[in-house]
C-alpha cells in the first residue's frame, strides 16, 4: 500500500510536477504569476498547457474542463475532449495556452441577475493559475473565473479574487508604515470546519422532503435526540469510519489537507477540518470537498446531508471560517509578536478587523444568508444573527487598557504605551468553550462562525477581506500623511476601540438577554431571516465600500442581491410545494387509512359484545379525524399563501411574503402532521421517523 506521503496531491498539476516537467524559464515565469500576479504572456501559457496535458493524459485523463463556482452555489464544468483529427484519419491529443487561459462556456444556463442581459449573451472562464489545477475521474480540472463579455463577474471566485487583492494593497501600505520593506504580498488564509449528516440511501430515497429539499419538512421529536451529548464523545461507527477513511484518501490524493474528523454534538452528525490555506484555494477546496463527501458517501450506501438545517429540534450545520492574514514570508499579522514594533502593528490589524466588523455588521450577515441558514442562526445552537466580537478576557484587557490609558492589569501591571512596550502572547481563552460568538478572535485568527454548512465560503471572505481593506485604508490614508507616526497610532488606536467597542461582547451570545442589550442599548443589527438584510447589500455605504476597492460593481451588486433572493423564493417555493404533496397524497391517506382500521376494529369488537367500551379506538379515532381535518385545512391555507405569492411586485416583495406567509402555514401544516405522527401506528406511517433517520447509520 502506497503511503500517505506518496500519494498525497498525486491527483495535482502542483509545485512538484510544474518544476519536473516545465523549463526553469517557464516554471519562474508562471511562479512570478502565482505568487506576485504578474500577466502571463502567451508563450509561457502555451508551454504549461502543453506540460499540463501530457501530465494529465499520463494520470488517464482524456478530457479538459474549466471549473468554476456560478452563483447558483455548486460548482460547474463543461467536458472538453483533448482530441484533434490528424491528417492520416486518426486523432492526436492537443491543448493550447489559449485553451487554457480562457474557455467560452454557454452561459445561458446560469443565473446572472439581468446582468447577461443587460451586457452581453455569452460568458468566458478564466484559468486562475493561483489554484493549482486537477483530476477528476477522467478530467483535467482547471479552477477558472466565470465572466461575461462585459467583464461582469457571474462567479464567486472573481470578487474573491478583487477582494484579496484590494486586501493585499491595503495591508502592503501599513506593513511599509512600519518599516516592513521586504514583504510582497499579503494574503488571507482560511481554514473551514465543515458540518455535516449522514444517514442511510434507503431511508433517505423514502423521504421525498430530503430528496426534493435536503432537509426533512415533517417528523416528530424522537425520543432520544441529542440531549446526552453521547454522540459527540462517542466513538466513530465502522460505517462512518469507512466512509471517513476513503474521503480522507481522496481528499490527500487532491492536495486537500483534510486534517481532523470527528463526531459532532447531534446524533448522525460529524465534521471535518482541513489544515487552512490562502483563501481562495481554500474556497475551491472546500467546494471540492463538499462534492466529494457526498461522491462517496454514495459509494458507501450512505447520504450526505449538507443543509444547514435537516432535522428540526436537532442542532444544525454550520461552517466555521477560520480566517487570520499573513505576508508572503509567514508572518502572521493577527499573531502578537515578540518586539514592541510588532506589537502595535498587531493591534492595528486586530483594530481594521473590530473596525470592519462593526462598520459592515451586515454584509457580514448578508454573506451567510439563505433560506437554509435561516433556521440557524437566532435558534438556540448556533451563533445569533446579531453579529459581535468575542476577544476573550486577557486581550479585552488589553484593549481597555488603551482605551483609558490606565496600566494594564496584566502579569506586569505595567502601563500599555504603543511601540514600546511587549504584549503578552494571548492563548485561546479559556471562556471561549461556549462557541456562542459569531466571530470569535482565537489566539492568532478569527473564527466567523455564522456560515452555513452548504454555503460557499468564498461570499463570507469577500465581505471579510474588503471590510478589512476599508479599515486599512483609512487607516494607511491617515497614517502616511501623519507628523508624529507613534502619536497619530496611538490615537488611532484609542479611537477605533472608543468607537466601536459595543461590537465587543464576551458573554453568552445564545443568551436571550443578550439580544435584548445588543439591539436595544447597543444599537446592533439583528437581521433575522434573508429578506430582512438581503435588501441592505445596496444600501449605500455597503455599495461605495465594495465599488471603491474594486470587488463588485453596481451592476453587479443589484444582481447578486436579486439572485440571492430569487434563490430564497425558489427553495422555500420547492419546500412548501413539496409539503403540500407529501401532506395530501401520503400523510392525510396514511391518517385516514390508520384510522379508518381502528374505527372497523371498534365496530367489530361492538359487533362482539355492545357492552365493550372501546374507548381507547374511540379515542384515536376521534383525535385523528380532527388532525386530518386540520391537516386538509391548513393544506389549503398553504395553497393560498403560494397563489398570492403571484401578486408580488418583485423578487423583494415577494420574499418579505415568503417570509410572512408561507413560512408560517409551513410551519402550522407541519405542527398538526407531527402530531398525527405520534398517534398513527408506525407501520401506517409513510416515512422513516426522526428516530429511524438519525440512529441508521452503524
Ligand atoms: P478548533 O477550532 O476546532 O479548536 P483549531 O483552532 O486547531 O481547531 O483549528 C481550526 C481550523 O483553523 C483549522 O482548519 C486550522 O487549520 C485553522 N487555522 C489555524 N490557524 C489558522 C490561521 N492562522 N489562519 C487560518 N486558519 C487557521
Ligand atoms: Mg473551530
Keep these: 500500500m502506497k503511503t500517505v506521503p506518496k500519494y498525497f496531491g498525486s491527483l495535482v498539476f502542483d509545485d512538484r510536477v510544474m518544476k519536473a516537467t516545465l523549463s526553469a524559464k517557464v516554471y519562474g515565469s508562471l511562479k512570478k504569476t502565482i505568487d506576485e500576479g504578474t500577466p502571463l504572456d502567451i508563450g509561457v501559457a502555451n508551454a504549461v498547457a502543453t506540460a499540463m496535458k501530457d501530465w494529465a493524459i499520463s494520470m488517464g485523463a482524456t478530457h479538459y474542463t474549466h471549473w468554476f463556482q456560478p452563483l447558483t452555489g455548486i460548482t460547474a464544468e463543461k467536458h472538453d475532449s483533448f482530441i484533434a483529427p490528424s491528417p492520416d484519419g486518426g486523432v492526436i491529443m492537443e491543448f493550447s495556452g489559449k485553451e487554457l487561459i480562457k474557455g467560452e462556456p454557454d452561459a445561458s444556463s446560469f443565473p446572472s441577475g439581468g446582468l447577461r442581459a443587460t451586457f452581453e449573451a455569452r460568458g468566458y472562464t478564466a484559468w486562475d493559475p ?55 504580498c499579503v494574503r488571507s488564509s482560511v481554514g473551514p470546519e465543515q458540518e455535516y449528516f449522514l444517514v442511510t440511501r434507503e431511508m433517505y430515497d423514502q423521504r421525498p422532503d430530503l430528496r426534493f429539499t435536503g432537509r426533512t419538512l415533517f417528523g416528530a421529536k424522537p425520543p432520544k435526540g441529542q440531549e446526552m451529548d453521547d454522540h459527540y464523545f462517542g466513538v466513530i461507527k465502522p460505517r462512518v469510519a469507512a466512509f471517513m477513511e476513503e474521503l480522507n484518501e481522496e481528499l490527500w490524493k487532491l492536495g486537500i489537507l483534510a486534517k481532523t474528523e470527528h463526531n459532532e454534538v447531534a446524533p448522525a452528525q460529524h465534521e471535518l477540518a482541513p489544515i487552512y490555506t490562502t483563501t481562495n484555494i481554500a474556497t475551491d477546496h472546500n467546494q471540492l470537498t463538499m462534492e466529494i463527501m457526498q461522491k462517496i458517501a454514495a459509494k458507501h450506501g450512505l447520504v450526505c446531508l449538507l443543509h444547514e438545517k435537516p432535522f428540526a429540534g436537532v442542532n444544525g450545520s454550520g461552517k466555521h471560517n477560520n480566517w487570520s492574514i499573513a505576508t508572503d514570508a509567514g508572518q502572521n499579522l493577527l499573531s502578537p509578536g515578540d518586539t514592541p514594533y510588532e506589537n502595535a502593528q498587531f493591534l492595528l490589524f486586530l483594530c481594521a478587523v473590530i473596525k470592519a466588523v462593526d462598520d459592515y455588521q451586515d454584509l457580514l450577515r448578508i454573506s451567510v444568508a439563505t433560506a437554509g441558514n435561516d433556521h440557524r442562526l437566532g435558534a438556540n445552537e448556533a451563533p445569533p444573527a446579531v453579529v459581535s466580537i468575542f476577544l476573550g478576557d486577557e486581550l479585552n484587557a488589553v484593549l481597555q487598557a488603551i482605551e483609558t490609558d490606565t496600566p494594564y492589569a496584566g502579569a506586569e501591571k505595567t502601563q500599555m504605551k504603543l511601540g514600546v512596550d511587549v504584549l503578552p502572547k494571548f492563548n485561546r481563552d479559556a471562556t471561549d468553550r461556549n462557541r456562542t460568538s459569531p466571530f470569535a478572535f482565537t489566539g492568532n485568527k478569527f473564527e466567523f462562525r455564522m456560515l452555513g454548512s452548504s454555503n460557499s465560503i468564498a461570499c463570507a471572505n469577500i465581505m471579510l477581506n474588503s471590510a478589512v481593506a476599508e479599515s486599512l485604508k483609512i487607516y494607511a490614508d491617515r497614517l502616511e500623511g501623519a507628523e508624529d507616526f507613534a502619536a497619530a497610532l496611538h490615537g488611532m488606536i484609542q479611537k477605533t476601540i472608543r468607537d466601536h467597542k459595543h461590537i465587543i461582547f464576551n458573554g453568552n451570545g445564545y443568551d436571550d438577554s443578550w439580544i435584548k442589550e445588543a439591539t436595544e442599548s447597543r444599537g446592533l443589527l439583528n437581521y433575522r431571516t434573508t429578506p430582512d438584510c438581503m435588501p441592505h447589500l445596496l444600501d449605500k455605504k455597503n455599495v461605495d465600500m465594495l465599488t471603491s476597492h474594486g470587488v463588485y460593481s453596481q451592476a453587479e451588486l443589484r444582481s447578486r442581491c436579486d439572485i440571492m433572493l430569487e434563490n430564497y423564493c425558489k427553495t422555500v417555493i420547492i419546500e412548501a410545494s413539496t409539503m403540500v404533496t407529501m401532506a395530501k397524497t401520503q400523510i392525510a391517506p396514511a391518517v385516514e387509512g390508520y384510522t379508518a382500521e381502528v374505527a372497523k376494529g371498534a365496530a367489530a369488537k361492538k359487533a362482539l359484545d355492545t357492552s365493550l367500551a372501546c374507548s381507547y379506538e374511540l379515542g384515536v379515532v376521534k383525535k385523528l379525524s380532527a388532525l386530518t381535518d386540520r391537516i386538509a385545512g391548513k393544506v389549503e391555507e398553504l395553497e393560498d399563501t403560494l397563489l398570492y405569492l403571484q401578486k408580488a411586485e418583485d423578487v423583494m416583495a415577494q420574499s418579505a411574503m415568503i417570509r410572512d406567509s408561507v413560512l408560517v402555514k409551513m410551519g402550522e401544516l407541519r405542527v398538526a402532521c407531527d402530531e398525527a405522527e405520534t398517534l398513527t401506528a408506525k407501520n401506517w406511517w409513510p416515512y422513516p421517523s426522526y428516530a429511524d433517520l438519525l440512529f441508521s447509520v452503524q
Design 130 to 184: 493561483t489554484s493549482y489545477a486537477f483530476i477528476k475521474g477522467r478530467t483535467l480540472c482547471i479552477p477558472t473565473a466565470f465572466c461575461s463579455y462585459g467583464g461582469e463577474a457571474l462567479d464567486k471566485k472573481t470578487p474573491l479574487l478583487r477582494s484579496m487583492s484590494a486586501l493585499n494593497k491595503q495591508a502592503l501600505r501599513i506593513l511599509r508604515l512600519f518599516g516592513n520593506n521586504t514583504a510582497k
